[in-house]
Antibody
Framework: EVQLVESGGGLVKPGGSLRLSCAAS????????MIWVRQAPGKGLEWVSS????????FYADSVKGRFTIFRDNAKNSLYLQMNGLRVEDTAVYYC?????????WGQGTLVTVSS | DVVMTQSPLSLPVTLGQPASISCRSS???????????LNWFHQRPGQSPRRLIY???YRDSGVPERFSGSGSGTDFTLKISRVEAEDVGVYYC?????????FGGGTKVEIK
């Protein structure tokens, strides 16, 4: 069974940092591209970042470019999102997903709250 | 950026009746590899999104046959042949053809 489990969310002050993790199981992790998507409270879904299976192709939404870094450790079956320079508008539930163009599996999400 | 426009924003439906959601993209979603990466997701309150349809019309495993996707180019539709109580929630279309990936604003389906 495919499982994606996010962790690392929490309350952080504006300008602070957090690292989100996504632990994958039930599939051959290093064969799949991965994605981060977020959802602000009461709002819709917003793509954040994507990474190819070998980390050779990485993309970011303009809203996070230069502040967030996506990376993966295929040996640990894990995906990460390093978030620096956090802003109030980054407050959201962050989901990791398997595959980029047709994300078919999602984690349960981890809540990031940016507030002073 | 490709703008995904869903309509309606809200869809009150009667149990057992059909429902239809439209998704229009500002540019063609045909990828250079020949595929059209248009997905549909369903999200219930407090839950993660669940993919229902990928590449316009391919139904995911375990998704009831009452759900179907159609369309081409810039105009796509999700249809529910007979709405059941478990179908309430928000439906999103998403394009995976062009960067940045973009979602529609969502359609909230509720029972009348």
């Amino acid at each position: 069974e495919v499982q994606l489990v996010e962790s690392g969310g929490g309350l952080v002050k504006p300008g602070g940092s957090l690292r989100l993790s996504c632990a994958a199981s039930g599939f051959t992790f290093d064969l799949y591209s991965m994605i981060w998507v977020r959802q602000a409270p009461g709002k819709g879904l917003e793509w954040v970042s994507s990474i190819s299976s070998s980390s050779s192709h990485i993309f970011y939404a303009d809203s996070v470019k230069g502040r967030f870094t996506i990376f993966r450790d295929n040996a640990k079956n894990s995906l990460y999102l390093q978030m620096n320079g956090l802003r109030v508008e980054d407050t959201a539930v962050y989901y990791c997903g398997r595959e980029v163009r047709t994300p078919g599996y999602w984690g349960q999400g981890t809540l990031v709250t940016v507030s002073s | 950026d490709v703008v995904m426009t869903q309509s309606p924003l809200s869809l009150p439906v009667t149990l057992g009746q059909p429902a239809s959601i439209s998704c229009r993209s500002s540019q063609s979603l045909v990828h250079s590899d020949g595929n059209t990466y248009l997905n549909w997701f369903h999200q219930r309150p407090g839950q993660s999104p669940r993919r229902l349809i990928y590449k316009v019309s391919y139904r995911d495993s375990g998704v009831p046959e009452r759900f179907s996707g159609s369309g081409s180019g810039t105009d796509f539709t999700l249809k529910i042949s007979r709405v059941e109580a478990e179908d309430v929630g928000v439906y999103y279309c998403m394009q995976g053809t062009q960067w940045p990936l973009t979602f529609g604003g969502g359609t909230k389906v509720e029972i009348k």
